[in-house]
């Protein structure tokens, strides 16, 4: 339950993965509400993209639960999970470089109905209108025409986000969203991220780390080291722990 009494958009309790003799992830326990940037951060190898992959279904927990609105999805599928509406992008972006902006976007909304089959090698008219509804909630609508594989990296990375949304999601895992971007370039993707996240009421667990990112835009912040959680809180409340400057933020500034 969240502060309010009210039951989050997804719950984490107990997770822990092993591989081999390594504790990758030990006990790992959170919450997320609706509308709601929590930031997972921790040093590199600390447990993070192992945390991310047992979220969305591509790796399985040795114990622990994950609720999706209250419902248990350990053990089912990535595609299962991402209908039940979890969104994820990843470090490196995933878009079909000889396609356009607007069919990549479509090809996301074909999946998310269910009609990739009759897809074909034609896009046609169909969820264009949708696709270019969320290319204008990302700043791409004026490049819908231009195909993926010659764009900048940070135009990929709205793409990415605006095929993220397809399925509209309850939560949105990204995992390093702004990794290869300029500094001016980050802080501007984390920022329409936040709008688009508030203004849908989409929950958002994202790795970074660009602690000017972090630190600007996330509302909560958990910590995690050698696969154990070490703290968490708001930004200014993780700024100042002893135990985080001890083994992450006196590293990296």
């Not at 994950?66 to 053990?75: A, H, M, P, T």
């Not at 046609?124 to 004026?142: C, P, R, Y």
């Not at 702004?178 to 994202?206: H, Q, Y």
Request: charged share 20%; proline share 3%.
């Amino acid at each position: 339950m969240n502060k309010e009494g009210m039951t989050a958009v997804l719950q984490v309790e107990g997770l822990h993965k092993a591989f081999g003799g390594v504790q990758a992830v030990a006990d790992v326990s959170f919450a997320l509400d609706a509308g709601e940037l929590l930031a997972l951060i921790g040093p590199n190898g600390a447990g993070k993209s192992t945390c991310f992959n047992m979220l969305n279904g591509q790796l399985a927990p040795d114990a622990g639960i994950v609720r999706l609105g209250g419902r248990d999805i350990v053990g089912l599928r990535p595609r299962a999970i991402w209908r039940l509406g979890v969104g994820r992008t990843f470090q490196i972006t995933a878009t079909f470089a000889s396609l356009s902006v607007r069919e990549n976007v479509q090809m996301a909304l074909y999946s998310h109905a269910g009609r990739l089959r009759s897809l074909l090698s034609r896009f046609g008219a169909a969820f264009a209108a949708e696709a270019d509804s969320l290319l204008d909630q990302v700043g791409m609508l004026d490049q819908a025409g231009r195909t993926c594989g010659v764009l900048a990296y940070g135009d990929l990375k709205r793409v990415e986000l605006a095929m993220a949304l397809a399925n509209q999601p309850r939560v949105l895992l990204m995992d390093e969203p702004t990794a290869g971007m300029a500094p001016k370039e980050r802080v501007e993707l984390m920022a329409l991220t936040a709008r688009l996240a508030r203004a849908r009421n989409i929950a958002v667990l994202f790795t970074e780390h660009d602690m000017d990112v972090v630190f600007g835009q996330a509302d909560r912040i958990i910590v995690l080291d050698r696969g154990q959680l070490i703290a968490g809180g708001t930004p200014e409340e993780v700024r100042v722990n002893p135990n985080v400057r001890a083994v992450y933020l006196g590293s990296v500034h």
